[in-house]
Structure formats: structure tokens, C-alpha cells
Nanobody, 126 residues
Framework: QVQLVESGGGLVQPGGSLRLSCAAS????????IGWFRQAPGKEREGVSC????????YYTDSVKGRFTIARDNTKNTVYLQMNSLTPEDTAVYYC???????????????????WGKGTLVTVSS
């Protein structure tokens, strides 16, 4: 069955970096878009980034542009989210999700995903 397992979360100081990993199994990673989402305490889940099966097609929410980078290694069945210059506002549970199609599409952040991981907690605090 389709499984997505996030890892790499933890506690980091403001200005620091983390790299999240999303290990995929049960399907051919290269055939699907993958998204990263986050949910902060008391807030709705938001789309952070998405990468289509064509690695040149990536999307970022405005608040992380220039700080976060999404990448995929289909040979390792893994998608990464490199997060730099972290701020306390980045504190959240981060989820990866599998897209319905090979491309992210214009609504990837709302209805573009149909399988979800259980999340990894990122805490940015001094």
C-alpha cells in the first residue's frame, strides 16, 4: 500500500536549518507529484511546496520562497525539503503528501493530494 514517512524534524534555533525527508513506498515515486504541507498549533494546514515528477516544476508558498528548497531523488524513493533561515513562524508539524497526478497543478495546495504521511514536528525556538 501507499506509504509516506517523514523524518528530520526537531528543535532548531532561529536562523538555523533542517532537512526533512519523505520516504515513499508502495508506488512509483517518479510518476507522481509530491507536496509538503504544515500545520501550526491553532492554524489550518497550509501548502508549503510541491514538486512535479518533472523536477523542473516546483512551487512554494510565498512565506518560504528563497528559504526552502524541495528536491526529489526517485532512485532513493525520497523527497526532501531543505529549510534554511528558520523562524519561529515555521514551527509546525510538516507532512508530505502524494499528488493525484504527475504534476502539482494549480490547486496542489488545496485538493491536489490523496495520500498523506503522519508528519514530523519542527520547532524553531531559542
Amino acid at each position: 500500500q501507499v506509504q509516506l514517512v517523514e523524518s528530520g524534524g526537531g528543535l532548531v534555533q532561529p536562523g538555523g536549518s533542517l532537512r526533512l525527508s519523505c520516504a515513499a513506498s508502495g508506488f512509483t515515486l517518479g510518476a507522481y507529484a509530491i507536496g509538503w504541507f504544515r500545520q501550526a498549533p491553532g492554524k489550518e494546514r497550509e501548502g508549503v511546496s510541491c514538486i512535479s515528477s518533472n523536477v523542473g516544476d516546483t512551487y512554494y508558498t510565498d512565506s518560504v520562497k528563497g528559504r526552502f528548497t524541495i528536491a526529489r531523488d526517485n532512485t532513493k524513493n525520497t523527497v526532501y525539503l531543505q529549510m534554511n533561515s528558520l523562524t519561529p513562524e515555521d514551527t509546525a508539524v510538516y507532512y508530505c503528501a502524494r499528488g493525484r497526478l504527475f504534476r502539482c497543478g494549480s490547486t496542489w495546495y488545496s485538493d491536489g493530494m490523496n495520500y498523506w504521511g503522519k508528519g514530523t514536528l519542527v520547532t524553531v525556538s531559542s
